[in-house]
């Protein structure tokens, strides 16, 4: 049981798509993050949301978009992306302090032709 | 930048063997979480430790963090079939929402 849900769960596209990742939760948590994760690597921070405003972005190529339309959605927009992309696209919540656990959910898989 | 490296990379056990991964950190952490990934499966928190030397444990999990506070260890005694994946360990520091994750270790169990 996943309390963090993410649409779809697969996704191939080719590199000139423009497709949408979604994330909902409703644990009433205020921090919420896309992370990108290759093979038999661990997860790395894309975006960090807290309290519905961006509070980081580690240097992520413009071609991914985030969204947070409200306190329980997470989308990550993307747009002409290239095939080193494909990838495990993990969302997570937390409460926004850093004793908090996080809560993924099941992942994006991503395949871009 | 931050840097949290893990060994081993991997470790195969017989099913009743002990098994350790270890976790060291380039900067002092504020804190230090366990996550553990199933194969296809997304990371699970498993806990937390704070203070300087603390140690907790989990049934046959037993986790310890240092006294500098940059190293940590998670011990597994008598290991079964359902503790195969991959651990990860993930340290705060300065910036409260930013976690970096370990390298981790995968683990293989087998009858």
């Known amino acids: 049981d996943t309390e963090v849900t993410q649409t779809p769960k697969h996704l191939v596209m080719g590199m000139t798509n423009k497709k949408s990742l979604k994330c909902e939760q409703h644990m009433g948590h205020r921090a919420m993050y896309w992370y990108k994760q290759k093979a038999k690597k661990p997860p790395e921070l894309m975006f960090v949301?807290?309290?519905?405003?961006?509070?980081i972005n580690e240097s992520v190529p413009s071609r991914f978009s985030p969204e947070c339309p409200n306190s329980s959605l997470l989308n990550l927009h993307l747009h002409a992306l290239q095939p080193e992309d494909s990838a495990l696209y993990l969302c997570?919540?937390?409460?926004?302090?850093?004793?908090?656990?996080?809560?993924f959910g099941d992942g994006t898989r991503l395949s871009i032709l | 930048g931050q840097q949290v490296m893990q060994i081993p990379q991997y470790q195969h056990v017989q099913e009743g063997e002990d098994f350790t991964t270890y976790c060291n950190s380039s900067?002092?952490?504020?804190?230090i979480q366990w996550y553990k990934q199933r194969p296809g499966g997304h990371p699970v928190f498993l806990i937390q430790?704070?203070?300087?030397?603390e140690v907790k444990k989990q049934k046959r999990l037993t986790f310890q963090f240092g006294e500098a506070k940059k190293n940590s260890s998670l011990h597994i005694t008598a290991t079964q079939t359902t503790d195969v994946g991959t651990y990860f360990c993930?340290?705060?520091?300065?910036?409260?929402?930013?976690?970096?994750f370990g390298t981790g270790t995968r683990l293989q169990v087998t009858l």
């Open positions: 430790l704070v203070k300087s030397g």
């Open positions: 900067t002092t952490l504020s804190n």
């Open positions: 997570a919540s937390s409460q926004p302090l850093s004793d908090q656990p996080q809560h």
């Open positions: 993930a340290g705060h520091t300065g910036t409260a929402s930013k976690l970096t």
């Open positions: 949301y807290s309290y519905e405003k961006l509070s």
